[in-house]
């Protein structure tokens, strides 16, 4: 079935480092992907999406580009800061008639200054 | 400003009692969902209506009820055959259609059973 698969966490960090959080997808069809950011204790907030393949999501320094060669969705970040530590959830947007989403396990990003 | 509103935002309940969970939206949003999160873990879809007066089963639906009668609200009913309710519990819409429409999440309702 559909699922989507992220690299374990907790990934630290020391701040203005290259940050990368992998995401593999399985999937019929042309999903859409998306990256969701979670802060403690609150909901989830959308932190980039692409809509089909070398689709490039960017957003507050954030990047991923859809591969469907891969089938993946990797974030990429050129210099994390502190302020970036949270979790990241990789999500894939089935494409019947549901329009449900599928997440990842989520991986925790903590950034030391 | 639009958006979703859940309340409360921590919530206790003695075992076997029904408690509901509140969620509204003023975004115009035909779809809704509810989403449960365990600690450490992704989220698991409970309910989704794309429509009122209509709702689907997610995939850990047991234990749980929705309604449905207004476009802006959509309850979640967590019944006393839920047998282990104590989650964060997150609701969320989006616009409905084949366009990739992103969903918006609320601040979500922690639940614990004393």
């Known amino acids: 079935g559909d699922s989507v698969t992220q690299m374990e966490g907790p990934v630290t960090l020391s701040e203005e480092a290259f940050l990368t959080i992998n995401c593999t997808y399985t999937a019929t069809g042309y999903p859409s992907l998306f990256w969701y950011v979670q802060y403690p204790g609150e909901g989830l907030q959308l932190l980039l999406k692409a809509t089909k393949a070398d689709d490039k999501g960017s957003n507050k320094g954030f990047e991923a580009t859809y591969r469907k060669e891969t089938t993946s969705f990797h974030l990429e970040k050129g210099s994390v800061q502190v302020s970036d530590s949270a979790v990241y959830f990789c999500a894939l947007r089935l494409m019947d008639s549901s329009y449900k989403l599928i997440f990842g396990s989520g991986t925790r990003l903590l950034v030391r200054p | 400003d639009g958006g979703i509103t859940q309340s409360p935002k921590y919530l206790f309940r003695k075992e076997g009692q029904n408690v509901t969970l509140s969620c509204e939206q003023n975004?115009?949003?035909?779809?809704m969902y509810w989403y449960r999160q365990d600690p450490g873990q992704g989220l698991r879809l409970i309910y989704y209506?794309?429509?009122?007066?209509?709702?689907q089963k997610g995939d850990i639906a047991e234990g749980y009820s929705v309604s449905r009668e207004k476009k802006e609200s959509f309850p979640l009913t967590v019944t006393s055959a839920q047998k282990n309710p104590t989650a964060f519990y997150l609701c969320?819409?989006?616009?409905?259609?084949?366009?990739?429409?992103?969903?918006?999440f609320g601040p979500g309702t922690r639940l614990t059973v004393l």
């Open positions: 209506s794309q429509i009122v007066n209509d709702f």
């Open positions: 975004l115009n949003h035909d779809a």
């Open positions: 969320a819409s989006s616009k409905s259609g084949d366009s990739p429409n992103e969903q918006f």
